[in-house]
């Protein structure tokens, strides 16, 4: 069956470290990868996505990578600040487009001053 | 930037009565929205499609004469939760796909919080 896993316990992460967040997926055969925050009590935001010939993306102090053999997607922020504490969320995308997204359970990062 | 508006935000009813949220997508048309639904501490769980012009589609398990959706026009979908228990209390969040660097990315409602007495 389809398994996305992500470490759902939450993360600790001193201010100014870098925050590495992984997404595993079984049984997927994703177009995309794609990566959201969700804080409390609000709905997801869409970060960003990875292509599966894509090994790296970056956007501002944000990066993602794609190891389409190892069938995971690793998320980084580096010069972690209070305000990137929330949940992140995973998502293979099987890039059709009419299909709704199915996530993981998400990542609740933590970011201590 | 596509926004997508869902309310109420917030709705206490009492169990036995139904629930009606609306999603409407802003400054852009979806002939297709997704509904999920999000328990504390779990992960989203998308419940259904809603199709612009005719019948949703559920995904196994929701009961679709529970949660009655209706996609009457292109930028607005309702899902209304009917003789609501408490079991039912949850956040219901709605989203559209959007066009985003040749992909089709979710653009989310900010959600409702629904609480069943």
């Known amino acids: 069956s389809q398994k996305i896993e992500q470490n759902s316990e939450a993360l600790n992460i001193q201010e100014g470290k870098t925050a590495t967040l992984t997404c595993n997926y079984t049984n997927y055969s994703p177009a995309y990868l794609q990566w959201y925050r969700q804080d409390p009590g609000r709905g997801p935001v869409f970060l960003l996505l990875i292509r599966e010939n894509e090994k790296e993306k970056r956007k501002e102090r944000l990066k993602v990578t794609f190891d389409t053999t190892l069938k995971q997607s690793l998320f980084h922020i580096t010069a972690s600040q209070p305000a990137d504490s929330a949940t992140y969320l995973c998502a293979p995308d099987s890039g059709g487009g009419a299909d709704g997204l199915t996530f993981g359970k998400g990542t609740h990062l933590i970011i201590q001053p | 930037g596509a926004v997508v508006s869902q309310h109420p935000s917030r709705v206490i009813c009492k169990s036995g009565t139904s629930v009606k949220i609306e999603c409407r997508s802003l400054d852009f048309q979806a002939t297709t929205m997704f509904w999920y639904r999000q328990f504390p501490k779990q992960s989203l769980m998308l419940m259904a499609t809603?199709?612009?012009?005719?019948?949703?589609?559920?995904e196994q398990g929701v009961e679709k004469d529970k949660f009655l959706i209706n996609h009457a026009s292109l930028t607005l979908s309702t899902l209304t939760v009917t003789s609501a228990h408490p079991e039912d209390s949850s956040f219901y969040i709605c989203?559209?796909?959007?066009?985003?660097?040749?992909?089709?990315?979710?653009?989310f409602g900010a959600g409702s919080r629904l609480t069943v007495l």
């Open positions: 809603s199709n612009e012009g005719s019948k949703a589609t559920y």
């Open positions: 989203s559209a796909r959007v066009q985003y660097s040749g992909a089709n990315v979710l653009t």
